[in-house]
Nanobody, 123 residues
Framework: QPQLVESGGGLVQPGGSLRLSCAASGFSLDDYAIGWFRQAPGKEREGVSC????????SYADSVKGRFTISRDNAKKTVYLQMNSLKPEDTAVYYC????????????????WGQGTQVTVSS
């Protein structure tokens, strides 16, 4: 019943921008921290960004600091990831997942995984 659905991925040129959306249903989004993760072919899944239940704290991987911004709108039951100055190494499937209230540095602390949305950065 509870689910998170990612959208907004696509093909973009280096230096371009995309905004990903994570739409929640079947649960109260304002009780959960939401993290964004990505996985490239042949590589381990890695954390990208996270936002606490209230939006009061955010965190970013060093590789995306200054380029990506996470935000949430609990009334719309949606979390966003604004991605600017995209690089080819950002190419991956992007996922969102939940954890009770606060963010964690451990990807294993987050909930079940969906299908994600593909982001491809190429000229």
């Amino acid at each position: 019943q509870p689910q998170l659905v990612e959208s907004g991925g696509g093909l973009v040129q280096p230096g371009g921008s995309l905004r990903l959306s994570c739409a929640a249903s079947g649960f109260s989004l304002d009780d959960y921290a939401i993290g964004w993760f990505r996985q490239a072919p042949g590589k381990e899944r890695e954390g990208v960004s996270c936002i606490s239940f209230s939006g009061g704290t955010t965190s970013y991987a060093d590789s995306v600091k200054g380029r990506f911004t996470i935000s949430r709108d609990n009334a719309k039951k949606t979390v966003y990831l604004q991605m600017n100055s995209l690089k080819p190494e950002d190419t991956a499937v992007y996922y969102c997942a939940r954890r009770d209230y606060f963010c964690s540095p451990d990807v294993k602390d987050f909930g079940p995984w969906g299908q994600g949305t593909q982001v491809t950065v190429s000229s």
